[in-house]
């Protein structure tokens, strides 16, 4: 669940909002229990900053979606793990800043009441979830490639309580599909909403021309029923844009991709303030990785390299080399698993994200942004921009240090991986805000501190 940009469900935020009081709750009986409620104000501070640790290692053990943890097995561990974490990282601040300090005996006893609240909790939440009449019922008109690749991503997650009562078939008039999950056709739409009690119907329509019924479906959005295509519901359960078959007034009429004058002077300027506090800070650990790069293998320390940025311009991009400096002769070629070009010391830095905090300066100069689509090499670009519908159009922004793609996919290396960080590029780019950011850069350090997506 993603709790500040738009691909929120209602279960997440209720989760989320719960478990919030749960953890407070907890601090609260227990500073209570220790008559250690005499300083309110004081109180107050500690008891704000402690659940907000909880609630970010909770979210870190990504017990905030709801398609991953949705076992109790793996339920009980991550919560453990989470708890286990909150635990160190309070003791920490509790050293750097005895003020903070609420005492073992009080942590002692609410981390006792959450290990027993928060399971509970999640248990009776996951019972009373599993109602199909608290899910919203969902009709799907299509039964072509487009409607089942919807109907698998509806059916593969947990945070959004849908339920699929069946399939409109959308074939030749003489033929009705021999599958028990398609109900009927466009015409028995009027008859089959109230008997399955339909509360969304989803347009899975590849091609509508002459096929989409247009009277039924006003019928049924007059008379209460939530009528959407099949666009808009992959991109509010999966966090990405489905390019395959969208045309390019879905992506002219369609909510977003209209960041305003405001939001993009904001958003230069906190570049320019995080880029140079980020240089000031780092500089040591610069050095430091300079050092590691120039002892293990000859060859430039910084390693430079034209970009594709923002309109399409072409820019320097400056990072640390990770690999042999003999590693690339003539045509460029896309990094590999396991490289064998990248070098010891390389694989650290790339693993770390230190490979990337020269391009603080690229930030600095304007050429690139903190967030935003990862920039790629004119070859390449060249190469994508033939082969995927719309890869231009993530050039609308400046590239980022990171990006929405990047801490949902995996390293991309080839047409297909391009592909699928589009749709999430082009996700960005429609709700782009500074809060989104804010998420993005949390996510970030989650994935740099659980090793993922480096090569």
Known sequence: MQVFNRQVSARGLTVFGFETILISGSLLVAAHVHGSLD???????????????????????DLYDLTIVHSKTELVIRILQAAGAAAIVLAVVSVLMPS????????????????????????????????????EHVLIVGTGPLARTVAQHILAQHDF???????????????????PLVLGRAADLPRLI????????????????????????????????????????YERITGKILTDGIKPS?????????????????????????????????????LLTAIAVRLESEGPVVYRQERVGEKARVFTLCKFRSMRADAEHGTPVWAK???????????????TRLDELPQ??????????????????????????????????????????????????????????????LRYDLYYIKHLSIVFDLTIVIDTVKVILSGKGAK
Not at 40 to 49: C, P, T
Not at 194 to 208: F, K
């Open 39 to 61: 300083d309110a104000v004081g109180a107050l501070w500690k008891i704000v900053l402690i659940t907000a640790v909880c609630e970010l290692c909770f979210y870190y053990n």
């Open 100 to 135: 903070l300090v609420i005492g073992g005996g009080i942590f002692l006893t609410s981390l006792c009441l959450l290990l027993v609240a928060v399971p509970l909790w999640r248990l009776a939440f996951d019972g009373l979830t599993r109602d199909s009449h608290l899910k």
């Open 161 to 179: 309580g849908y339920r699929i009562v069946g399939f409109i078939d959308d074939g030749p008039p003489n033929e009705l599909a021999a599958d």
């Open 194 to 233: 109230p008997r399955h009690h339909v509360d969304r119907i989803v347009v899975s329509l590849t091609d509508r021309r002459g096929k989409l019924p247009i009277t039924e479906l006003l019928q049924a959005k007059l008379s209460g029923v939530r009528v959407e295509d099949a666009a808009t519901t």
């Open 250 to 286: 879905w992506l002219i009429f369609s909510d977003g991709f209209r960041a305003s004058r405001a939001t993009r002077f904001v958003k230069r300027a906190i570049d320019l303030v995080l880029a140079l506090v980020g240089l000031a800070i780092a500089t040591p650990l610069m």
């Open 337 to 351: 698993d396991k490289d064998d070009r990248v070098t010891r010391v390389g694989r650290f830095i790339r693993l």
């Open 360 to 421: 603080l300066w690229n930030v600095l100069r304007g050429d690139m942004s903190f967030v935003g689509p990862r920039p790629e090499r004119p070859f390449f670009v060249e190469q994508l921009a033939a082969a995927i519908p719309f890869y231009m159009e993530r050039h609308a922004v400046k590239p980022g240090l990171t990006g929405w793609a990047q801490v949902k996919y995996r390293y991309g290396s080839s047409i297909e991986d391009a592909m699928e960080k």
